[in-house]
C-alpha cells in the first residue's frame, strides 16, 4: 500500500491531507440526466510548499473506445486549504466559467507506522460563482478516498434543471510521490 508519511516539519493542520500529495492519473466516467455518458482520462497535481495548503491542478480529456484521447474536456485549479479538525476548504476555479468553494473534513480510516493508508474528504459546496456564459450550476458534493493505494473520487452536482445527481467518478493511480 502507499500512503504519505506525517511530515514533522509541515504545518499540523495539513497531516489529515498529506496522503492526497502527489500526481494521480486514471480513468473515469461522465454522466449526468438527459446527456450521453462517456468516459474520461485524467491527472490531477497536488503539492504543498509548506504553508497550510494543497495546491491543485485538474486535466482531463475525452476518451475513445480504445481509451485513446480525443480531445480536452475541462481545467480546474485551486487550493486545498487545511483547517483545524482535520477541516479544509477548497477552492476551485475552471475553463467552464465556474468557481466554487467547498467546505468538508477529512476521515483517516488506516493508519500504518505513521503513513496513512485509507482516508476520505466529503465535501460540499458553500458557494458557487458563475461567469456569465457558464452554464447553470447550483451546487455540488465531492467524495475523495484513499483506497488500497488509489485515489477514488466521485461528484454530485445539481445543474441546467436537474437534482443533485451523480456527475463524475475516477480511479486514479499515483504515477508521482
Known sequence: MSGAPLPSELPAELSPWMWL????VGVGTVQYPGHEGCRFGQEIS???????????ISRSWLLDEDGERVRP???ETGFWRA????????VLANAVGIAEIYTGFAT???LENAVITGAR??????????APTAKEYLAAERLYG??????LWTMDMAAVGQPMSNHLAANLTKVTP
Open 21 to 24: 500529495l502527489g500526481t494521480w
Open 83 to 90: 483547517k483545524p479538525d482535520n477541516g479544509v476548504e477548497l
Open 73 to 75: 474536456l475541462d481545467t
Open 46 to 56: 497536488i503539492g504543498t510548499d509548506g504553508r497550510p495548503f494543497l495546491t491543485y
Open 121 to 130: 474528504a466529503q465535501l460540499t459546496t458553500s458557494s458557487v460563482s458563475l
Open 146 to 151: 484513499l483506497v488500497d493505494g488509489k485515489l
Open 108 to 110: 483517516i480510516t488506516g
